[in-house]
Every structure is written in C-alpha cells, then in structure tokens.
C-alpha cells in the first residue's frame, strides 16, 4: 500500500523559513515522480514543485521559483521541499504526492504552513 | 499557459440523480492529459479518473469522465451520500499542472 507522510509545517514569521519532509513507503521510490500540491484556507488546489525520480530534473511553478527548492534523498525513501522567503499567501495545507508519469496520483494528508507576524 | 474553467461552482442535487460537471481548458489539452479529483472536507484530493477518462485504481463505475481537446465532462450516473465534495479537474500533462477552481456538489 502507497503511504505517503508529511511532516515539518507550522507557524512561521514572514521572511522565514522552513523544510516539509514527506516520507514514504509502499512503492519503489527512486521510480517515481514525486510533486507538492499546495492549498490554501478555504480555496482550491495549485501544483507548486515536482521532481524526477533520480532528482535531476526539478520543476516549480513561477509563484514559487527562487524561494522554494524540491530535493529527494532516495536513500532514506523522503522527499522534501525547503521554502524561504516565507510570505503570508504561502499559508496552505501541503501535499506531497506520488506522480504516475506526470500525474499526482497518490496523496498523502498533508502538513499545514502557516506564516504570520 | 492553460487556464482550467470549471462549471457550475456549486450543483445542488439529491442522492440517486445524475451529476454533471464540466472542465474547460483555454487551449487544447495534448493526449487529454485531463484528471479529475474528489476530495472530501479535512481530507486530500483523491485521483478519480485520468487521461480524461480512465477510472483510477478502485473508483466506483458511477463516476465516468469523457471529452476531448478543450471540453472534458465528469458524470456520476447516481449520487451517493458519500459522492457529495469538491471535484477538481486538473492538466498534468504540461507546467504549471493547473487545476481548475472546483466544483461543489452539495446535497439539494
């Protein structure tokens, strides 16, 4: 069974920082996409970064690029995103997710970010 | 960049009748990269369909997607109790991935 656990949110300053961990278990990770889906308060659904299962390829949406920094450690079966720069509309729920392709297919239930002064 | 247009925002219908929701891609989803997901109040998005109208992995023969190009439908032939949530559509196929805004289908 695809489990997918994410941790590392909280409250945070604006300006600040933090890194979300998702780890996983269940499927073979080095073979598999990975993405995070944020959403924030009461609204919809925004993909914000995915990486390659090698993690060589890296992709992020242009609200985030430059702040935001997805990496894997296929060693330890965990994903992650390091988000700096923390600004109020990053508050969201965070989703990690197994990609089938290009597709988030598995979610996991997700750690919530919330930046304010 | 494609923009998803998702209507009604909100359905309103009783269990047992036929739910229809439409997706509207502002340029041509190549392969019909086009995905459909449930999610229910405090949980996560749950992939329902893809490639416009595979059912994933245990999802219900009520829920169906169809369509091609800009225009792709989700219908659920007869509302369950449960089947009452947000439904978004979503391009995975090219970057941004973007989903559309959602639609709410709540009990009449």
């Known amino acids: 069974e695809v489990q997918l656990l994410e941790s590392g949110g909280g409250l945070v300053q604006p300006g600040g920082s933090l890194r979300l961990s998702c780890a996983v278990s269940?499927?073979?990770?080095?073979?598999?996409?990975m993405s995070w889906v944020r959403q924030a308060p009461g609204k919809g659904l925004q993909w914000v970064s995915g990486?390659?299962?090698?993690?060589?390829?890296?992709f992020y949406a242009d609200s985030v690029k430059g702040r935001f920094t997805i990496s894997r450690d296929n060693s330890k079966n965990t994903l992650y995103l390091q988000i700096n720069s923390l600004r109020v509309d990053d508050t969201a729920m965070y989703y990690c997710?197994?990609?089938?392709?290009?597709?988030?297919?598995?979610w996991g239930q997700g750690t919530l970010v919330t930046v304010s002064s | 960049e494609i923009v998803l247009t998702q209507s009604p925002g909100t359905l309103s219908l009783s269990p047992g009748e036929r739910a229809t929701l439409s997706c509207r891609a502002s340029?041509?989803?190549?392969?019909?990269?086009l995905a459909w997901y449930q999610q229910k109040c405090g949980q996560a998005p749950r992939l329902l369909i893809y490639?416009?109208?595979t059912r994933a992995t245990g999802i219900a023969d009520r829920f169906s997607g169809s369509g091609s190009g800009t225009d792709f439908t989700l219908t659920i032939s007869s509302l369950e109790p449960e089947d009452f949530a947000v439904y978004y559509c979503?391009?995975?196929?090219?970057?941004?991935?973007?989903f559309g805004q959602g639609t709410k289908v709540e009990i009449k």
């Open positions: 997710a197994k990609d089938n392709g290009w597709l988030p297919a598995s």
């Open positions: 269940g499927f073979t990770f080095t073979s598999s996409g």
């Open positions: 990486i390659s299962g090698s993690g060589g390829d890296t």
């Open positions: 340029q041509s989803v190549s392969n019909n990269y």
């Open positions: 490639d416009a109208s």
């Open positions: 979503q391009n995975y196929g090219t970057l941004p991935r973007p």
